[in-house]
């Protein structure tokens, strides 16, 4: 079945530090693949997504590019700020039912 | 827009009680997952509903699980025995039909069982 695999955490960073978070993924046909954040105390909300190859999703600085043939989609922000540190979690969304599968989470801790 | 909606926020009760928790999609939503999210971990689909029909149940505990979307609308998820290792957050999930789609998610229910 479809899975996700994202870097384990936890993740610890100054402030203005390039961040990469890695993810692949393994999935029939071809997935719609996202990024979600959980801010401390909030629920789950989107950050980007990209939807066929070589897409590239961007929002608040964060960006994922959908790689088809390394079967991955990185996050990547140049320059991590305080407000940035939460849990992010690498998702697909496919199948003939377009179910939506999460990896484990990578828990982000930025420092001024 | 109204988010998605559930209650209650918080849940204590002791193992072998029953518990239920009620979802209320975002309006003219199709599909409606509820996900199990043990903490430090991601969330686990349990079921997912088109409609009012289930297309997924596989991770689903039926001996001590149920849930049921009537009418397409609002779902209830219960547990009945319950147990220690069902402390979690139960997360509810609604999107338009379709691959492409976001899903927005609900403040969720965190279940403590002692």
């Known amino acids: 079945g479809d899975s996700v695999t994202q870097m384990e955490g936890p993740v610890t960073l100054s402030e203005e530090a390039f961040l990469t978070i890695n993810c692949t993924y393994t999935a029939t046909g071809y997935p719609s693949l996202f990024w979600y954040v959980q801010y401390p105390g909030e629920g789950l909300q989107l950050l980007l997504k990209?939807?066929?190859?070589?897409d590239k999703g961007s929002n608040k600085g964060f960006e994922a590019t959908y790689r088809k043939e390394t079967t991955s989609f990185h996050l990547e922000k140049g320059s991590v700020q305080v407000s940035d540190s939460a849990v992010y979690f690498c998702a697909l969304r496919g199948g003939s039912n377009y179910k939506l599968t999460f990896g484990k989470g990578t828990l982000l801790t930025v420092n001024p | 827009e109204a988010g998605v909606a559930q209650s209650p926020r918080y849940k204590i009760i002791e193992k072998r009680q029953s518990v239920a928790f009620w979802c209320n999609p975002i309006?003219?939503?199709?599909?409606l997952y509820w996900y199990q999210q043990i903490l430090g971990q991601g969330p686990k689909l349990l079921i997912q509903?088109?409609?009012?029909?289930?297309?997924?149940d596989s991770q689903l505990p039926k001996d001590r699980f149920s849930a049921e979307r009537l009418k397409g609308v609002d779902s209830t998820l219960k547990i009945q025995p319950a147990k220690l290792e069902d402390s979690a957050v139960y997360l509810c999930a609604s999107t338009l039909q379709g691959p492409n789609t976001e899903a927005f998610f609900g403040q969720g229910t965190r279940l403590t069982v002692v």
């Open positions: 990209a939807t066929k190859a070589d």
């Open positions: 309006s003219g939503h199709a599909t």
């Open positions: 509903f088109q409609n009012n029909g289930v297309v997924d």
